[in-house]
């Protein structure tokens, strides 16, 4: 839950990228360079066809390649060719509008023809640019040699508070650390972003301890900005320390910064733990005071702290505001309000509003659906469940690993084995790598002991196998499921042997224990994978 909360909070942050540290550059530049026009062609869109109507601009063609096998780099051609001058302002300017959709593949295009333009003057700032969309599309290794190969006049601020910026979104501490060591020989950190990146990492990493450190290493050099006291609150909110938040957000104060929205979630949040509900109504309220249009995410806040406050009647104002607002809602909305309904019992008005959701939404996302999934089957309502799950899947949704994994847990609190083996290999099998759910494999061997089932004992071990997960632990829980069921394994300790898995005392023990009982025909069946 912690490191839940904590992706939600540095989620909500605003400014905390790459591109704050060089939208100055951006922003600020005059037009410095313009490619030469080559012939005056009648202008017409990306698709070849003349314009009918409308201004037709390079920015409009390039945000309409929606899909990446298009090129860029063929659609400002295009545009050159008809006779348009392309300046590397507006170029910039789309960039950061296809970075904020998501859109990087046509960024990083963009950003290498730059390069490749002898009449274009790129700075240190479009270069930091470039590299973090190279991080994002090639990974940090590519990122990497990308700085390595710039010159060292452009080895400044902007880009290596950008390689900085990907190194702590790989977690790569001591690389961020020692990069941090570096910027501060070379007085790059005059500013306090780089301190909010360190921060947001060791909140990430669970290094909470390194934080106050850093925030006195960040008031050496400058001065906190309003990101870094709503992380420093983050912490505050998830160690349950309301003494150290009141006194932050009176430094801040003090300080002449203007709390945002994620200032006063953060207390709210942490009031709402602590029970102290009149606090946390004064600042739900200061919250509401301090949304707009341009933080669309706060309103889904506001909605799940009301709910956490029990307030039904402010969370269907807010619902009914933020419709009103934006008029058509996205897939985590819907979520986040769906999710409020179960949770504050309104269990019909949250059916509602999910055949609402299947009626307009062409997503198909599945944590939608999910969230009644996991309501039925926390009723212990398993035949609506499984009614429901089959709905979905007529309805053209794909489940996801965790719509497996809700059924799994479901029907093993009905100890139905066989179901419960059928969705656990489902749900294992559905992504490509499994990260390891360590209480419930130990559920499902748990029952298996219990009933004595050997037979899915060996067709759980073979799952766990074919993912790669496999252990002295687990061969101990098969052996224990013979043990229980009074059988002997035959060649347990030969899969054992292939797999490279240690024998402890536990595992001696129960080999010597099942060699005296009478030989089982299962395990012969199990062929080595």
Not at 14 to 30: D, I, N, W, Y
Not at 452 to 469: S, T
């Amino acid at each position: 839950m912690f490191r839940q909360r904590v992706h939600t909070a540095l989620a909500a942050v605003r400014h905390f990228s790459a591109e704050v540290a060089t939208m100055k550059p951006l922003t600020t530049m005059k037009p410095m360079a313009i490619v030469k026009p080559k012939a005056v062609v009648k202008p017409k869109t990306s698709d070849g066809n003349s314009t009918s109507s409308g201004r037709d601009t390079l920015g409009r063609r390039l945000l309409s390649l929606v899909y990446a096998k298009r090129s860029a780099v063929i659609a400002i051609q295009r545009w050159r060719e008809e006779g348009h001058t392309v300046r590397k302002y507006e170029l910039n300017r789309i960039v950061r509008e296809l970075r904020k959709l998501k859109r990087y593949k046509h960024a990083l295009e963009i950003c290498e023809w730059m390069t490749k333009q002898h009449d274009i003057k790129l700075l240190s700032g479009d270069y930091a640019v470039h590299l973090d969309l190279i991080a994002k599309i090639r990974g940090l290794a590519s990122a990497e040699k990308f700085f390595e190969d710039l010159s060292d006049k452009m080895k400044g601020q902007p880009t290596c508070t950008a390689l900085l910026h990907t190194y702590v979104q790989n977690k790569v501490s001591e690389k961020a650390e020692a990069l941090m060591e570096k910027m501060s020989e070379c007085g790059f950190l005059k500013c306090p972003l780089p301190y909010n990146h360190m921060i947001s990492l060791y909140i990430s990493d669970g290094q909470l301890e390194k934080v106050p450190g850093m925030i006195q290493e960040l008031k050496k050099n400058t001065s906190p900005d309003v990101v870094t006291y709503n992380l420093w609150l983050t912490v505050c909110a998830s160690q349950n320390d309301v003494e150290t938040a009141e006194k932050v957000h009176l430094e801040m104060k003090k300080a002449k910064i203007d709390p945002d929205w994620v200032t006063y979630s953060s207390l709210t949040n942490l009031y709402i733990k602590k029970g102290l509900l009149d606090k946390a109504a004064t600042t739900l309220n200061e919250m509401e005071k301090r949304t707009s249009r341009k933080g669309r995410i706060a309103y889904s806040s506001l909605i799940s702290l009301h709910t956490n406050m029990r307030d039904k009647d402010g969370v269907h104002r807010i619902w009914k505001k933020l419709k009103s607002i934006f008029h058509k809602m996205n897939d985590a909305e819907y979520t986040c309000m769906i999710s409020s309904l179960v949770k504050l019992g309104e269990f019909e008005e949250a059916e509602n509003l999910y055949s609402e959701w299947t009626s307009i939404s062409p997503t198909g996302d599945s944590r939608v659906p999910n969230i009644l999934l996991a309501a039925y089957i926390n009723k212990n309502e398993m035949e609506m469940a499984e009614k429901f799950y089959n709905q979905m899947v007529e309805r053209g949704i794909t489940p996801s690993y965790t719509t497996w994994e809700l059924l799994t847990w479901g029907y093993l609190k009905k100890k139905q084995m066989e179901k419960v083996l059928d969705y656990f290999e489902k749900a294992v099998g559905s992504v490509k790598k499994w990260n390891p759910d360590e209480k419930l494999v130990r559920e499902v061997y748990k029952n298996l002991e219990e009933q004595g089932n050997i037979e899915g004992a060996e067709k759980v071990l073979v799952i766990l196998r074919k993912a790669g997960h496999v252990s002295t632990e687990i061969y101990n829980w098969l052996l224990r499921a013979y043990a229980k069921a009074g059988k002997m394994p035959l060649i347990v300790a030969e899969w054992m042997k292939k797999d490279k898995v240690e024998m402890d005392e536990e595992t001696h023990r129960l080999i010597k224990e099942t060699s005296k009982m009478c030989v089982s025909e299962v395990s012969s069946k199990f062929c080595l994978a």
